[in-house]
């Protein structure tokens, strides 16, 4: 049973830091498209929505997708999708994408914004932080109350 006392919060502290690594990896995808200054006019193929219903049944989160297709000075066509876009573009519409020549697939259509993108990510890292810090002193506490024989 001391063992459940480890394992729960080891688990969660890696899922935490997968999460950051996911949170930073799209973090520099998008400084690299913005900083890149490479941009082509996309259109919007598709959009639709996901709905995820959280544990306790009463909240419930959707989130906007859309489908682009451009075509990068490459000259091969490219499709990626993209969340939270703005809901006032629909399937038809003409966006500009910004996109780096290395890597056209992790374009994206939102504008360029650094320092929102910088304020989200720290949010998100401090918040995934807390969690990794609380996950560590639990398994610590939990290791004191139960003895050292825990791994």
């Excluded at 009463?58 to 490459?74: G, K, N």
């Excluded at 703005?86 to 966006?95: L, N, R, S, W, Y």
């Excluded at 890292?125 to 004191?144: E, I, K, P």
Aim: hydrophobic share 45%; net charge neutral.
């Amino acid at each position: 049973m001391e063992f459940m006392f480890v394992a729960v919060p080891v688990f969660i502290a890696a899922v935490a830091i997968v999460m950051a690594v996911k949170v930073i990896r799209r973090a520099l995808e998008l400084r690299q498209a913005w900083a890149s200054g490479l941009t082509a006019e996309a259109r919007c193929l598709r959009t639709y929505t996901t709905t995820r219903r959280h544990s306790d049944s009463s909240h419930t989160t959707t989130t906007l997708h859309h489908v682009y297709e451009f075509t990068p000075s490459a000259g091969r066509p490219v499709r990626f999708e993209e969340e939270n876009g703005p809901a006032t573009t629909i399937e038809g519409d003409f966006v500009t994408v910004h996109y780096a020549a290395d890597r056209p697939e992790k374009a994206t259509a939102h504008a360029p914004s650094p320092v929102k993108n910088a304020a989200s990510t720290i949010g998100q890292l401090c918040f995934l932080a807390v969690m990794l810090a609380f996950c560590v002193y639990f398994t610590v506490s939990a290791n004191d109350l139960f003895g050292s024989d825990l791994p």
